[in-house]
């Protein structure tokens, strides 16, 4: 079985107490390789090559023209490796390979788009109400970053973090799920291969509880930048607070999609269908909440639960596969927990809600719809982060927006309906980070993504981003 090491200082490295955890893949629910189960020794180790390469390795005085040059390079050895990369997260996690090939290809163009932005960055001269005296601003790079991910698309979900932190010029230590860690142990032999000097990039593998908050306590780290659920994400923002040290947030979601009696039917169907059951809904922005109009409501729920019947699950491999297997078993326990007590709170199963056992002993959940909820039902407000949506229905607009503002959350919201007016007044209402109108989970480097509420602090993503990593010293010199 092959056995992974933790990427520190350049040097691929044993863990200090020689643990190691075993990772399964989700279609088989074997193990297929072994990875460091690091101690808090590891963490120091890492934090201090990243702080020495700071300060000291050829990143901290190179020019930004060059550093943008190496962040090209690493887009493209992302591209080039995309296949491998993509077969490496259909292993950690089970989502498909055609699903996680595209995404690689895109993660490419974070690293490029980014790339481009790091000989952009300027400071200002400013005018000041002070004679003999030249005020000006020089932007300077945080120092260390943190960086933890999940397991459902982490290479992707690092790029949101990675690129614009080196594009400023910050260096890194990174913990990735212990469910899904293979694929960014992957992806940093290619930070090698680019040329980024050693210790910038850095990667520590194991459990979240056990050097999780040996990174967020640490006193050489700058910033925190965390992709995860609520109750770690918590834990790491208050972490990061008593060390006074900034923390960028995307947590969870359960976003509505709301569609109005004028909406083109059919592709509303497709949308919703794709918002929550692509990946298994194992997608933070994943559409969990169906909001329909009254008058459309029952033939839309019929006409979803006829596609949501239709859904192809199996080996995540094949490309005539639209779903794969669900990601990990407590993963899975806590999908088919959600929805036995949905049964019980008495919501009304409209389809799926099984557990079924792949060819060859992956985990699957059937695409599930609830429907005759109740607002206040665990199934209605807490996110499943699973195949399982439920469906309420709305009267007016007023209610529309009033039904998907009732969240702890704010992540993702789909608005289908032909009327223009409408659409913009429902954009401007409806409380979530990102708003799709007649489509649904469009994402980009050039925009900015991220949430309200429980769903986050902070955005990844766009130009205004790379701030989020930089810092600003004011110089003042009497002439
Ligand atoms: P998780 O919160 O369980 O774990 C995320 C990461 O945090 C892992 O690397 C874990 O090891 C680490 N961790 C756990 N406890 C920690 C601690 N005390 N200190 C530091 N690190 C700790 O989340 P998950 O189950 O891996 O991912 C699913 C969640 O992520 C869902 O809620 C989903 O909505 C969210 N998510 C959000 C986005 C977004 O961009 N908003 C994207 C993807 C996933």
Not at 108 to 136: F, M, Q, S, T
Not at 447 to 453: A, E, L, N
Request: with cysteine; proline share 5%; aromatic share 8%.
């Amino acid at each position: 079985m092959e056995r992974f090491a933790n990427l520190i200082d350049g040097q691929e490295v044993a863990p200090v107490e020689g643990r190691y955890l075993p990772t399964e893949n989700p279609w088989t629910g074997l193990p297929f390789a072994e990875i460091p189960r690091s101690s808090p020794a590891d963490v120091d180790a890492a934090v201090a090559a990243a702080e020495r390469a700071f300060r000291t390795s050829k990143w901290a005085t190179m020019s930004a023209t060059e550093r943008a040059g190496l962040m090209r390079k690493l887009g493209d050895l992302v591209e080039r490796e995309a296949e491998n990369l993509a077969v490496a997260e259909t292993r950690d996690n089970g989502k498909t390979f055609s699903e996680m090939f595209r995404q690689m290809r895109n993660t490419a163009e974070w690293y490029r788009y980014y790339g481009g932005l790091a000989d952009k960055i300027e400071g200002r001269v400013i005018p000041v109400e002070a004679p003999g005296h030249l005020n000006y601003t020089i932007r300077e790079p945080l120092g260390v970053i943190a960086m933890i991910i999940p397991w459902n698309s982490p290479v992707r979900l690092l790029a949101w973090k990675l690129a614009p932190a080196l594009a400023a010029g910050n260096t890194c230590v990174i913990k990735p799920s212990e469910f899904a860690t293979t694929s960014t142990l992957t992806f940093a032999r290619l930070v090698k291969e680019a040329g980024i000097p050693d210790g910038v990039v850095n990667v520590v593998s194991g459990l979240g509880a056990e050097i999780g908050p040996a990174l967020t306590d640490h006193p050489d780290v700058a910033k925190v930048a965390f992709t995860g659920g609520v109750g770690s994400g918590t834990a790491v923002y208050v972490a990061a607070a008593k060390r006074l040290r900034p923390a960028t947030l995307e947590l969870g979601g359960k976003s509505p999609n709301i569609v109005f009696e004028d909406a083109d039917i059919e592709s509303a169907v497709n949308g919703v269908l794709a918002g929550i059951f692509a990946s298994g809904g194992q997608s933070c922005v994943a559409g969990s909440r169906l909001l329909v109009a009254d008058s459309v409501h029952d033939d839309f729920v019929a006409r979803l639960a006829a596609a949501a019947e239709k859904i192809r699950l199996g080996d995540p491999m094949d490309p005539k596969t639209h779903v794969g297997p669900v990601a990990n078993r407590p993963q899975f326990e806590r999908i088919m927990g959600m929805i036995e007590a949905a049964k019980a709170e008495g919501a009304r199963l409209v389809c799926g809600g099984t557990a079924v056992t792949g060819a060859e002993g992956g985990l699957f959940v059937t695409p599930t719809i609830f429907a005759d909820v109740a607002p206040d039902m665990t199934i209605v407000r807490d996110e499943v982060f699973g195949p399982v949506l439920v469906v309420l229905r709305f009267k007016n607009e007023d209610e529309a927006v009033a039904m998907a503002n009732d969240s702890r959350f704010g992540l993702g919201a789909g608005i289908w309906s032909q009327d223009a007016g409408r659409v913009h007044r429902m954009a401007a209402k409806v409380r979530a980070g990102s708003v799709w109108v007649n489509t649904y989970r469009m994402t980009s480097q050039t925009s900015p993504f991220g949430g309200y509420d429980l769903s986050g602090v902070g955005r990844e993503g766009g130009q205004a981003m790379i701030d989020a990593y930089l810092q600003t010293k004011s110089v003042w010199v009497n002439t």
